[in-house]
């Protein structure tokens, strides 16, 4: 167990998890359901790194020049836990891609990773979905990464979403009836097993009761995945 907030019986208490959450600096949204989700359980300290739009490109940059500059700081402070809190940086050149970047964070850095990408992926095998809709704030290029891993999962894409925004800024300002009046209208005639909600500035962890009662679907998000990933961890 990485650590416990309670004393048992007269062993003295553990101290909190240390989670680093590496977002990009316009990212609004992340910190706020990390801090509501663990409370006391962890001390989420945030790391951001610049970020100058939602393209490709710009993200390629962030991950070649922002990203090591932040690791070098982040290895310093000793965490438990690292989160690399960008799916659509992590899902630019599949699955590999994002494997391979968090090792290079676990060994630079000396700390178990967990990636949106990956967890992602370890939450939607435990729905027995077969085809999921993908749903994004993206434009088409990020939208297509991401649902490209999905299918590199092993799913069938049902349905592939982007609603065209480029600025962060501009994603996390985006309102949840927003974004579940988005899905529930790219969800119209569609057969799907599931629904994955992708970016970690979308406040899409609100959408998930009331889509799942409307859809009769799992309804998953960036967020909510990797969520789950930290509460197994800080379980074992």
């Known amino acids: 167990m990485f650590g416990e907030t309670e004393a048992r019986g007269d062993r003295p208490p553990r101290r909190r998890l240390r989670i680093a959450l590496i977002v990009p600096d316009s990212n609004t949204v992340m910190e706020p359901d990390f801090h509501r989700a663990l409370g006391s359980r962890a001390t989420v300290s945030t790391w951001r790194i610049h970020l100058e739009s939602v393209t490709r490109t710009a993200e390629e940059r962030m991950l070649a020049e922002e990203l090591p500059r932040c690791l070098s700081h982040i290895q310093s402070t000793r965490p438990d836990l690292v989160v690399f809190g960008c799916t659509s940086a992590g899902a630019l050149d599949g699955l590999a891609?994002?494997?391979?970047?968090?090792?290079d964070i676990s060994e630079r850095v000396g700390a178990e990773v967990v990636s949106v990408v990956g967890s992602m992926v370890s939450q939607l095998a435990g729905t027995a979905a077969g085809s999921v809709a993908v749903f994004t704030p993206y434009g088409p290029e990020l939208t297509e990464s991401v649902a490209e891993c999905v299918s590199e999962a092993g799913?069938?894409?049902?349905?592939?979403r982007g609603m065209g925004i480029l600025d962060n800024c501009e994603i996390g300002a985006v309102e949840p009836a927003d974004i579940a009046d988005f899905v529930r209208s790219g969800m119209r005639g569609v057969s799907a097993d599931a629904v994955f909600l992708s970016c970690t500035n979308w406040r899409a962890i609100e959408t998930i009761g009331p889509l799942t009662a409307t859809l009769g679907l799992p309804v998953l998000s960036s967020n909510q995945v990797t969520l789950a990933s930290v509460e197994r961890l800080i379980a074992s």
């Open 97 to 103: 891609h994002d494997e391979a970047m968090k090792r």
């Open 155 to 160: 799913y069938e894409l049902a349905t592939t």
